[in-house]
């Protein structure tokens, strides 16, 4: 009867508010992975708040079984399918870029693996960021977790995070495995300690192999609070401000309806990602003034840090064929026999394909010995695809290993292409476009080759390179082959970055405070003073649990 009671109470907590709901105490826009921890850990105290979401439900199939990814990623139904502007250093291209547009956000489509950077990454936030060091913010991590293995220094299990173990194995990836072991690489249980070198299966956020995202964990579970309201279909269209240096609220639009409704709050807090967040600013008159002129948009505070900054994680996705008769996805999915198995598999136990992340194994390395800590991320995958946006999977028995630069240089912006906050931004991450960075592509090249080429891995599998091919030998060659077969990894960050108020670039400070406004905090990817060294999710799901509480305090 009390889940009953509960589940009617969640459900009148959608929809449109009531009348004393036009006006809160926090107001938050955008109800993706930091949206939907902040709802929890702020309505905790009896504070009002409300949630405005411009997507839907996450009640879709699709973004409940692991690999359905490959369903929500370029689908409107969840994904705002936003492209990237032509990209000069991926042969003029341009590439998807999935942003999640539905309750839980970028967590409910993307590849649910667990990863939150290395130690130096947050020494390197606190140079300009005080208290956002690896021991400041450790403990945020552990206070979220809840670890299939049980707690210890670096993992926690009183929170609503599920962290588990993959429930799928390939033997393929197990060979894999044991090259990269031969070559030097050492294994890893996992890569959430202080500088995650080393191979293993990645963790991911699944529970019993079902997806778990920032709505199923932290928001569903209190939709019952009656000072928490979340809107749906709630596109919001501007910020409003007293004319001066105030925010007071947010006008949104019902994607539904058309309908156009003003909110007020004591505070607003931004949560709407690394392209949503500026995006929204600057159609609002808060960014660089010579890029809101260039459009008509009445300037209300010049800042010109919003919307620079723009990096991301560049994967490049060399391909392999192997023997026939090699176990991996490609034959599966062309066989209707292989199909049903699968989808009883994934319906008996929650194991098997129907299971799987995007990529099952990582590897993490130093590209080269005089680099500090590693700074090249490996995602090894039991499949190969004709073209990645369609998802298509090649016949012949395959293996992908792509690699990223974790700490690339190359920085692009992301500016308006119209006033209205309805026609998407133009995102330019200038993916590339500096020396350092193509290097590091050649040498990522490179140590895949090493690793497929060790013996047992060859006796096991037999790998042909398929992409880029043999015939690319020299940096120059490599990076411009690799320029073919990139794409994002979908981790953008830093566009409204944080730092000292000395820095004109720097968007908050180290609370999240915008530096030229007040009553507005931004708490997202956007926020992070540079990117972190791995998946970027959970950091952002730590980064709205030290925001909640620092929004309390003050």
């Known amino acids: 009867m009390r889940r009953a009671i509960c589940q009617l109470r969640a459900t009148r907590n959608f929809g449109a508010p009531s009348r004393r709901y036009n006006s809160c105490q926090y107001l938050i826009v955008g109800g993706g992975t930091a949206g939907c921890v902040l709802a929890n850990r702020l309505s905790a105290g009896g504070k009002s708040v409300v949630m405005l979401e411009a997507g839907g439900e996450d009640d ?70 005080p208290g956002w060091s690896w021991n400041d913010v450790l403990p945020y991590y552990k206070k979220s977790m809840s670890y299939y293995l049980g707690e210890d220094e670096l993992h926690g299990t009183g929170g609503e995070w599920r962290v588990e173990h993959p429930r799928v194995h390939w033997g393929v990836l197990d060979s894999f495995q044991e090259a990269a072991i031969k070559h030097g690489i050492p294994l890893r249980d996992h890569f959430n300690n202080s500088d995650e070198q080393g191979v293993g299966y990645f963790q991911v956020n699944h529970r019993n192999g079902v997806r778990v995202s920032a709505s199923t964990a932290f928001l569903k579970p209190v939709l ?105 996805l490609n034959q599966r999915t062309h ?49 190969t695809l004709g073209k990645l946006e369609t998802g298509d999977l090649d016949s012949f028995p395959g293996l992908t290993v792509s690699v990223c630069d974790l700490r690339p240089t190359s920085r692009g912006t992301v500016t308006l292409s119209s006033p209205s906050i309805e026609t998407p931004p133009l995102i330019d991450p200038k993916y590339l476009s500096t020396e350092i960075d193509r290097i590091k592509v050649a040498r990522g090249i490179r140590l895949i080759r090493n690793i497929v080429g060790e013996d047992s891995f060859i006796n096991s599998v037999g790998p042909q390179e398929m992409r880029p091919g043999i015939s690319c030998q020299t ?80």
């Open 60 to 129: 879709w199939i699709w973004l409940k079984i692991p690999v359905g990814y490959l369903y929500a990623m370029m689908n409107p139904r969840s994904d705002w399918c936003f492209r990237t502007v032509e990209q000069e250093g991926l042969n003029n291209r341009t590439i998807a870029y999935p942003r999640g547009k539905v309750l839980g956000g970028c967590s409910s489509i993307n590849g649910a693996i667990y990863m939150r950077g290395q130690q130096a990454d947050y020494e390197e936030w606190e140079k300009t960021a």
């Open 224 to 328: 019952y609070r009656n000072n928490l309201r979340v809107i749906k279909h709630a596109m919001a269209t501007k910020i409003l401000t007293d004319g001066n240096d105030k925010v007071t609220g947010i006008q949104y639009k019902n994607t539904k309806t058309n309908e156009i409704t003003t909110i007020t709050a004591d505070e607003t807090i931004l949560t709407a990602g690394a392209i949503g967040s500026p995006h929204l600013l600057q159609v609002s008159g808060l960014g660089p003034q010579e890029e809101l002129e260039k459009h008509g948009v009445p300037v209300v505070k010049n800042i010109p840090g919003v919307g620079k900054n723009l990096h991301d994680h560049l994967q490049i996705r060399p391909t392999f064929k192997l023997r026939a008769g090699t176990d991996t």
């Open 335 to 383: 066989s209707i026999f292989s199909k049903i198995k699968m989808g009883m598999q994934y319906a008996l136990d929650r194991s098997g394909p129907l299971s799987m992340a995007p990529s099952q194994m990582g590897l993490v390395a130093k590209s080269c010995e005089t680099e500090p800590t590693p700074d090249l991320e490996f995602h090894v995958q039991p499949l």
């Open 475 to 554: 940096d120059d060659e490599l990076a411009d082959a690799a320029a073919g077969i990139a794409s994002s990894i979908f981790h953008p960050v830093s566009t409204c970055k944080m730092g000292l108020k000395s820095d004109v670039d720097a968007v908050v400070d180290e609370r999240l405070r915008m530096h030229h406004m007040k009553g507005i905090r931004i708490v997202d990817a956007s926020i992070m003073p540079r990117i972190t060294s791995g998946n970027t999710c959970s950091p952002v799901v730590m980064i709205a649990e030290k925001a909640a509480d620092m929004i309390l305090e003050d």
